[in-house]
């Protein structure tokens, strides 16, 4: 067996002072790399992890989430129990939560608005808009329409301003 193949025990020896990582014997070593790959893998709900490339030397995101296992006293001594970046991260979430949703009430206010703009100019005012409509040629064509055949042209009086 060599060292190579067991690239994780090698790891974990390199951290050892020299007088104690040598004194394993290559049985204690394989002992070793069979307990390591016995360990019972970790199962997180998510687990997501990216690769970046990058040019000469690449980059990694992960992203795990699951239940905590850890005992609260565990989580004291690292430090990982804080109370301060939970906080902070409920209130970043609420401040991005109440921005969005004040984005989208905005974009409502002014489509109302503009709505109601559009609905003015619907409206019928009291200024007559009379227009020659000039797809009708003759008296009679133009009478059939319900429109008033004036000076040889077809004449629209209930023409609307915004047409």
């Known amino acids: 067996m060599t060292m190579q193949k067991h690239a994780l025990i090698k790891r974990i020896l390199d951290q050892l002072p020299p007088e104690e990582r040598y004194s394993f014997s290559e049985h204690q070593i394989e002992a070793l790399h069979r307990s390591a790959l016995s360990l019972p893998k970790a199962n997180h709900i998510v687990n997501i992890r990216w690769s970046i490339p990058f040019p000469g030397k690449g980059f990694y995101l992960v992203f795990f989430a699951g239940k905590e296992r850890r005992s609260r006293k565990r989580l004291l001594a ?34 109302i608005s503009r709505q109601n703009s559009v609905y003015e100019l619907d409206q019928p005012s009291e200024t007559i808009h009379p227009t020659t409509v000039p797809f009708k040629y003759d008296q009679e064509q133009c009478e059939t329409s319900f429109r008033e055949w004036v000076d040889g042209e077809c004449v629209d009086y209930e023409h609307h301003h915004t047409f």
């Open 78 to 111: 690292d430090g990982d129990f804080q109370l301060l970046p939970r906080i902070v991260l409920i209130l970043s979430s609420l401040l991005g939560c109440a921005i969005i949703f004040g984005l989208a009430y905005s974009q409502r206010i002014l489509a």
